[in-house]
């Protein structure tokens, strides 16, 4: 098996056969680049070109950065093991998803759950990954899936670059490649809990009262019915004690994120978190989703924008409404009127959830 | 702020004050009690909706907070983090003061000498009125959300149990009876009142029929009154007055009304409050005009009844013999009025 070097060229060859196309269609008028010339054919490039990602934004790059710089980066696929062995990017690595997603009960103390960095770290030492890796993620789209290894990285404190692919393995135009993984050399990764990325349920009791006022923004991503409590919505879960939200947060339903499979406009995510739901980018904000909600979306959009400080509640809302003990110290809201309304649309073809957030 | 520091430890009649949160400016609007002077107002935070005085100081339950507002007797305003929105309704026990969180599922337990929070105590969901028994020991409180009348002691700030008022419940008002031996709710969904056994093993989760008697009521029932041997529940949508004793059982249905919100005992009368009609009705068929509909109402020594407009932004003081003694012009929406 030969590995395949990027070719240099690749643009202006798109280029040339989206022009061919084009004149085979007898389009002449300017800005026509998104189609063929004729309705509903649109060329790798320009998806490619579509989830190029340009401006002040972390974390998120298109397909071109990832030709630019395939040799220097580590890939990982973030989907599942059907989807993987379908197709991938070459040379990718499939991420046991399951493990990266451990979590430990911090019982001694009751603080409730935090991130496994041990479980976490192992994992990535599985697929032969290492602390200083240069890593770019990609999924069907850039959904919880994704943005939930970014955070795994991060919780064991990666040093390399953590980077997603935007758009997901369709707006990638280079090779790909099939079938079983390739094999990879395991690696001793040794975890540098990063333990500033995420809260724990007694650091959020002390500071009830305080959220999106004094104290730090507290970010709420599940569906306003969840959220309000709304009664006979579908979007309770049966399975809590209590439902609702907590106390001072403001929702931002996670969709907001996402626009078809790639991230919304930098522009309109900007409104939306800072003059919508007026979270300040130089505080700490946390996010919180659910059991079945994960808010790992909102952690990495936030960050791509420029928010500097922001911390995972893992436990989630489950883990509060289902404490045991004095409840009084985790008291939950049923009303408010804090709903920030979002425009987002979910992209994604594979059931392995992408966007279902189940993983 | 004017008219506050006439406040002593002995006021004349002539020296008290009208104190009304004013939920739309929030605003605690100041009133000469006698001639209905407005003295000023005090700015308390967010949709101020109840007050209440204890140890000297008056305190506002501002809605639209995670707050409560104390006002002392220099001026000097202090609020009191409650963590949770909504403070509605408030209840002394054991020299503590509780406040309602009704956008949240706790009672807020503050100390009203040192004005800090104390405790916050897990409810039923959106708490609302909240009653304490005559020695203090326990608190009975309505949940809305979640149908039920939960038990508190208050020594240990701690839920004991809960009475549940039935399927689909909404408590909205919760009384006792004076000598604390029985406890009664308001369903407004179900259009129904029940009465529950207060005491020692009251709320027990164990108990199969928790509920001692219930009754139906008028549509949209949302406050009831309890003496020694009647229970008073308005029907907000039909415009009636159910009279029960003790045991729930009917005594008389008094109807006529608009939209009566509340029953108040003033001058050896029973009087009903009208939210859609500018009078006072006593149960008896007497009549006293007033300036306006009034949402809320405060009784005062002397058989007068402190009204708050709500609709029409004002404030009057009327006596049930001779009618109206003044209006005042309020800040909008004034709303739970105490004597100060």
């Not at chain 1, 320009?46 to 340009?54: C, G, I, K, L």
């Amino acid at each position: 098996m030969t590995r395949e070097t990027p070719n240099a060229d690749g643009d202006a060859e798109n280029a040339t056969r989206r022009g061919l196309l084009r004149a085979a269609a007898g389009a002449t008028v300017a800005g026509a680049a998104s189609t063929a010339g004729c309705l509903s054919v649109t060329t790798p490039a320009d998806v490619a070109a579509r989830n190029d990602v340009s401006g002040n934004v972390a974390h998120f790059v298109g397909p071109s950065w990832l030709a630019d710089n395939r040799e220097d980066t580590v890939v990982l696929d973030a989907r599942d093991p059907e989807r993987f062995r379908e197709q991938r990017i070459y040379r990718a690595r499939r991420v046991p998803f399951d493990a990266i997603t451990a979590r430990e009960a911090t019982d001694d103390v009751g603080e409730g759950d935090v991130p496994d960095t041990d479980a976490i770290a192992s994992a990535f030492g599985e697929i032969g990954v290492t602390p200083d890796d240069d890593v770019l993620v990609y999924g069907a789209s850039v959904g919880s899936r994704v943005t939930r290894v970014a955070f795994a990285l991060a919780a064991v404190g990666h040093e390399g670059s953590i980077r997603v692919l935007n758009g997901g393995l369709s707006a990638w135009n280079g090779r790909l490649g099939t079938g079983s993984r390739d094999r990879v050399s395991p690696t001793e990764y040794e975890p540098d809990p990063a333990a500033s990325t995420w809260v724990t349920r007694e650091w959020l009791a002390d500071r009830i009262g305080t959220f999106n006022g004094d104290g730090p923004g507290l970010v709420d991503v599940r569906v306003p019915e969840a959220y309000l409590a709304a009664a006979g919505s579908d979007a309770l879960n049966a399975d809590h004690d209590r439902h609702g939200h907590l106390p001072g947060a403001v929702d931002v339903h996670w969709v907001g994120n996402v626009a078809g499979r790639r991230m919304t406009d930098p522009g309109r995510l900007v409104r939306l978190y800072e003059v919508d739901a007026e979270l300040d980018r130089s505080e700490p904000v946390v996010v919180y989703g659910d059991d079945n909600v994960d808010p790992t979306s909102t952690w990495l959009t936030l960050k791509a924008i420029g928010f500097e400080d922001v911390r995972l509640y893992d436990g989630g809302f489950g883990e509060w409404a289902n404490v045991e003990g004095d409840r009084g110290r985790y008291p939950v809201e049923t009303a408010t009127n804090v709903v920030i309304e979002t425009e987002g649309s979910v992209g994604g073809d594979d059931d392995g959830g992408d966007f279902s957030c189940t993983g | 702020m004017t008219g506050w520091d006439k406040q002593s430890d002995a006021p004349s009649p002539a020296d008290r004050v009208l104190a009304v949160p004013c939920e739309g400016d929030d605003l605690l609007a100041l009133f000469a009690l006698d001639t209905g002077e407005r003295l000023g107002e005090v700015p308390v935070g967010s949709h101020p909706v109840h007050a209440t005085t204890c140890r000297g100081r008056t305190v506002v339950a501002t809605m639209g907070d995670r707050a409560v507002t104390a006002v002392d007797a220099s001026g000097e305003v202090t609020q009191i983090e409650t963590g949770v929105l909504g403070p509605s309704h408030f209840a002394a026990a054991n020299g503590e003061l509780y406040v309602s969180c009704s956008a949240g599922d706790a009672l807020a337990v503050i100390d009203s000498e040192r004005l800090t929070l104390v405790d916050r105590v897990a409810v039923g969901a959106e708490p609302h009125e909240v009653a304490v028994a005559p020695d203090g020991d326990r608190l009975y409180s309505g949940s809305r959300r979640e149908g039920v009348v939960d038990v508190v002691d208050t020594e240990r700030h701690e839920r004991i149990g809960a009475i549940d008022a039935g399927p689909d419940a909404r408590v909205q008002g919760v009384a006792l009876s004076p000598d604390g031996d029985r406890g009664y709710a308001v369903d407004q969904r179900g259009a129904r009142v029940v009465a529950f056994e207060t005491g020692d093993n009251s709320g027990s989760l164990s108990v199969e029929e928790p509920i001692h008697a219930e009754a139906a009521v008028g549509a949209d029932p949302y406050d009831l009154v309890a003496t020694g041997d009647r229970v008073f529940v308005p029907g907000r949508g039909d415009g009636v007055v159910h009279e029960f004793d003790r045991e729930l059982d009917p005594i008389a249905v008094h109807d006529g009304f608009s939209r009566p919100v509340d029953v108040l005992e003033v001058a050896d009368d029973w009087w009903v409050l009208d939210a859609s009609a500018p009078r006072l009705r006593s149960l008896d068929g007497a009549v006293v005009e007033t300036s306006a509909p009034g949402l809320v109402a405060t009784p005062v020594s002397g058989g007068r009844i402190a009204i708050s407009h709500y609709d029409d932004d004002r404030v009057s003081l009327v006596d049930v013999e001779s009618g109206t003694v003044w209006t005042a012009k309020s800040p909008a929406y004034p709303f739970g009025s105490v004597v100060v």
